[in-house]
């Protein structure tokens, strides 16, 4: 578990094989470990994670949201925004704008 929660989920190359080769497991048994011990399968818990760091950048950041899309590891901007809202419930502008809204008061 500490190799998966120290490991930065926000880029592209973070892979399933990637993921087990940290641990030298075989897909398979990395995957049935992984979901014993998070309780989530490996991908779902990678979107999570990119999500997560997503949160964080989009009120800090000035790049744009595809910018943005592709730096977590996104296939494009239309996938982060279909996963942005499963996990959210909002568009990435929406909450952009929202964070924006409350910093400046409005």
């Excluded at 901007?77 to 942005?84: E, G, L, P």
């Amino acid at each position: 578990q500490a190799i998966i929660k120290n490991t930065r989920f926000t880029e592209a190359q973070n892979t399933l094989a990637e993921l087990t080769g940290l641990c030298a497991l075989s897909e398979f048994h990395f995957a049935r470990a992984f979901r014993a011990s998070f309780g989530l399968p490996p991908h779902r818990y990678l979107l999570r994670r990119r999500i997560q760091e997503a949160l964080r950048q989009l009120p800090l950041s000035a790049n744009s949201i595809a910018s943005i899309a592709m730096n977590l590891g996104f296939s494009s901007q239309s996938h982060f925004t279909k996963v942005f809202r499963e996990h959210t419930g909002m568009t990435p502008s929406d909450y952009r704008e929202r964070i924006f809204i409350q910093i400046d008061g409005s």
